[in-house]
């Protein structure tokens, strides 16, 4: 389960720093988002997820942030780890399809110690 | 516990072959889903089901591409003939209750090379 490769954004941290992933979503009548972390060789692992109805919704080490206004997500990831690196998705449930589960094109983080 | 198991994890095939990948979710989930990963194109939702019925095939490509699930424990994806364009990475994914929860339980995928 290779990740797409060559035209993924890269965000690149160093061990510790905190990083913060973005994401801008299509359409407006999504009300559920998820993100996603996929590691070389393996499928897509749910990290988050956050309702239209909250802007803000915390994890262990990691945050979501939601404006609804401008389609935007952000995930934050807090100290971050080399087992961080990864590539990370965003996925909206498409209304008014509900169980319709889009994903974005995906950012590459990697951790440098 | 077992998650979402596919199967083959690789399969190399010449043009012309058919394909036959296979998926078993995890128990007591009702909804199936099968995605395909390219560079070109990221992760693409092909088709769902819920309780065995397919659901949504608009993501299928074209008429080579076939899926069935016979029963809750076991769905194919099928491609006849295969084509050099449908290598990628074809993963399963299976859910409780899908959009009400959100979470999908991904497998690890299964690895196609058309020659």
């Known amino acids: 389960g290779e990740s797409v490769g060559l035209h993924l954004p890269t965000l690149s941290v160093q061990e510790g720093d905190n990083s913060i992933i973005n994401c801008a979503y299509s359409?407006?009548?999504?009300?559920?988002f998820i993100w996603y972390k996929q590691e070389s060789g393996k499928g897509p692992q749910f990290i988050i997820d956050?309702?239209?109805?909250?802007d803000k919704r915390q994890g262990q080490r990691v945050t979501v942030l939601l404006n609804k206004t401008v389609k935007h997500l952000s995930l934050q990831i807090a100290a971050t780890q080399p087992g961080d690196s990864a590539v990370y998705f965003c996925a909206e449930y498409y209304r008014p399809n509900t169980d319709k589960l889009i994903f974005g094109t995906g950012t590459r983080l990697q951790v440098f110690p | 516990d077992a998650g979402v198991i596919q199967s083959p994890r690789h399969e190399v095939t010449e043009m012309g072959q058919e394909v036959t990948l296979r998926c078993k979710p995890i128990s007591g989930h009702d909804y199936l889903f099968w995605y395909r990963q390219t560079m070109m194109r990221g992760l693409e939702l092909l088709i769902y089901?819920?309780?065995?019925?397919?659901?949504?095939d608009s993501g299928m490509p074209e008429d080579r591409f076939s899926a069935k699930m016979p029963n809750a424990s076991f769905s194919t994806l099928k491609i006849q003939p295969s084509e050099p364009r449908d290598s990628a990475v074809y993963f399963c994914?299976?859910?409780?209750?899908?959009?009400?929860?959100?979470?999908?339980?991904f497998g690890e995928g299964s690895r196609l090379t058309v020659l």
């Open positions: 089901f819920n309780n065995n019925v397919p659901i949504d």
């Open positions: 994914a299976s859910s409780l209750l899908a959009g009400a929860t959100g979470e999908l339980f």
């Open positions: 359409n407006s009548a999504s009300d559920y």
């Open positions: 956050i309702r239209s109805n909250m």
